[in-house]
Antibody, heavy 122, light 111 residues
Framework: QITMEESGPTLVKPTETLTLTCTFS??????????VGWIRQPPGKALEVVAF???????RYNPFLEGRVTLTNEAAKNQVILRMTNLDPADTATYYC??????????????WGQGILVRVSS | EIVMTQSPLSLPVTPGEPASISCRSS??????????LDWYVQKPGQPPQLLIY???NRASGVPDRFSGSGSGTDFTLTISRVEAEDVGVYYC?????????FGQGTKLEIK
């Protein structure tokens, strides 16, 4: 059974850097077909994928974040770390990490964490 | 990026009646013989959960009253008989190319 859990600060000041950790179990990010994504949801709004990492350490970032986001794979610790710089109140959202099954005949987020609500406010 | 557009955005349904949600993609999410179109539901206070993958495959444990269909750029999620527990926001998502993108969401409520 796969579990995902987000951790990190829930209140960040504007212009500061946010670091969120996704800790997972039930799979190895070093195994073929495994991937982890960070998805965020501003209050009352839709879901948007922030960043994504494949098992072979290929990382993808959403262009709208304009280079503010970095992912670090700590596969040996079963963690993926999201770092986002120059926070703005518009970054206030619930941040989810989710396992993605990335085989040719799959392609979906099948296990999600409960999410962490991050507020950006002075 | 591929833009996903859902309709309607709000869907009031009487229990026992059918419901359908439309999702249109700005380009076809088809590659290597597969259509990478998923459906998720987010129930109040919960993270999203997978309903349908590859356009029409039900995820494990999903009741058979849920079905997915469509091809090209037009897709539909159908609930054959809505139950009270189906309340939530439904999202389509294309998983063909990064950044994966979601529709705006359709809020299903019970009349």
């Amino acid at each position: 059974q796969i579990t995902m859990e987000e951790s990190g600060p829930t209140l960040v000041k504007p212009t500061e850097t946010l670091t969120l950790t996704c800790t997972f179990s039930g799979f190895s990010l070093s195994s073929s077909g495994m991937a982890v994504g960070w998805i965020r949801q501003p209050p009352g709004k839709a879901l948007e994928v922030v960043a994504f990492t494949y098992w072979h350490d290929d990382k993808r970032y959403n262009p709208f974040l304009e280079g503010r986001v970095t992912l670090t794979n700590e596969a040996a610790k079963n963690q993926v770390i999201l770092r986002m710089t120059n926070l703005d109140p518009a970054d206030t959202a619930t941040y989810y990490c989710a396992h993605f099954s990335s085989f040719v005949n799959t392609g979906y987020f099948d296990s999600w964490g409960q999410g962490i609500l991050v507020r950006v406010s002075s | 990026e591929i833009v996903m557009t859902q309709s309607p955005l709000s869907l009031p349904v009487t229990p026992g009646e059918p419901a359908s949600i439309s999702c249109r993609s700005s380009q076809s999410p088809h590659k290597k013989g597969y259509t990478y179109l998923d459906w998720y539901v987010q129930k109040p206070g919960q993270p999203p959960q997978l309903l349908i993958y590859l356009s029409f495959n039900r995820a494990s444990g999903v009741p058979d009253r849920f079905s997915g269909s469509g091809s090209g750029t037009d897709f539909t999620l159908t609930i054959s008989r809505v139950e009270a527990e189906d309340v939530g926001v439904y999202y389509c998502m294309q998983a063909m190319e990064t950044p994966f993108t979601f529709g705006q969401g359709t809020k299903l409520e019970i009349k």
